[in-house]
């Protein structure tokens, strides 16, 4: 498999992934490159992105899982169940 600077930051870290889709994203939006180019930027900034995700996700499952299994702190998770509940702490309606 060829290796790129995709596959290197898909098999690094969240950080790195993060990183060269930022720098992809800047490439696009300069309009400098030629279209295949843009296309395999493209692709590939789609793919970073789904890898972003996913490491997210497993972040999201392992801190619920610790807030979850320690009986000493049940706060924590009810307040972050309570701030996607309601939503509008920032309004000042």
Do not use: N, Y
């Not at 790129?4 to 993060?18: L, Q, R, S």
């Not at 899982?65 to 509008?88: F, N, Q, Y």
């Amino acid at each position: 498999m060829k290796k790129t600077k995709a596959t290197d930051a898909a098999t690094g870290t969240f950080e790195a992934a993060m990183k060269r889709l930022e720098k992809i994203v800047a490439d696009l939006e300069s309009g400098a490159l030629p279209l295949a180019e843009s296309l395999q930027k493209f692709e590939e900034g789609i793919a970073l992105g789904k890898q972003c995700r996913e490491m997210l996700d497993r972040a999201d499952v392992q801190i619920r899982t610790l807030v979850e299994t320690r009986p000493e702190s049940p706060a924590i998770g009810d307040d972050l169940d309570k701030d996607e509940e309601d939503g509008d702490e920032f309004d000042e309606d």
